[in-house]
């Protein structure tokens, strides 16, 4: 079983910046598509952020593209979320997914192993 542990949240003023971390242990984080989802209080889980394998390919929710991105390190089995220009409607409980192919959509559904979560809380 795939283990995926989130670091890097907490709380910053609005404009700030944070970077979530997510280690994953075992054999075949190098294989597999990535992605950062974010649930906030009272509201379905949504999608932020996915990249394949081998990070040649990303894509992102509408609302935060153009402010975060999302990238990897294979040698490290870590995958990245910079987050720019936060904005208080950014406050959610981010959660890191491991899929089992190498490119994933924005669907929870298509990720297999999910981490504990990290709060992200953004002040105006």
């Known amino acids: 079983q795939v283990q995926l542990v989130e670091s890097g949240g907490g709380l910053v003023q609005a404009g700030g910046s944070l970077r979530l971390s997510c280690v994953a242990s075992g054999r075949t984080f190098s294989s597999v598509a990535m992605g950062w989802f974010r649930q906030a209080p009272g509201k379905e889980r949504e999608f932020v952020a996915t990249?394949?394998?081998?990070?040649?390919?990303?894509t992102y929710g509408y609302y935060v593209k153009g402010r975060f991105t999302i990238s990897r390190d294979n040698a490290k089995n870590t995958v990245y979320l910079q987050m720019n220009s936060l904005k208080p409607e950014d406050t959610a409980v981010y959660y890191c997914?491991?899929?089992?192919?190498?490119?994933?959509?924005?669907?929870?559904?298509?990720?297999?192993?999910w981490g504990q979560g990290t709060q992200v809380t953004v002040s105006s």
């Open positions: 997914a491991g899929a089992t192919v190498y490119y994933a959509g924005v669907f929870p559904a298509s990720y297999a192993n």
């Open positions: 990249i394949s394998w081998n990070g040649g390919a990303t």
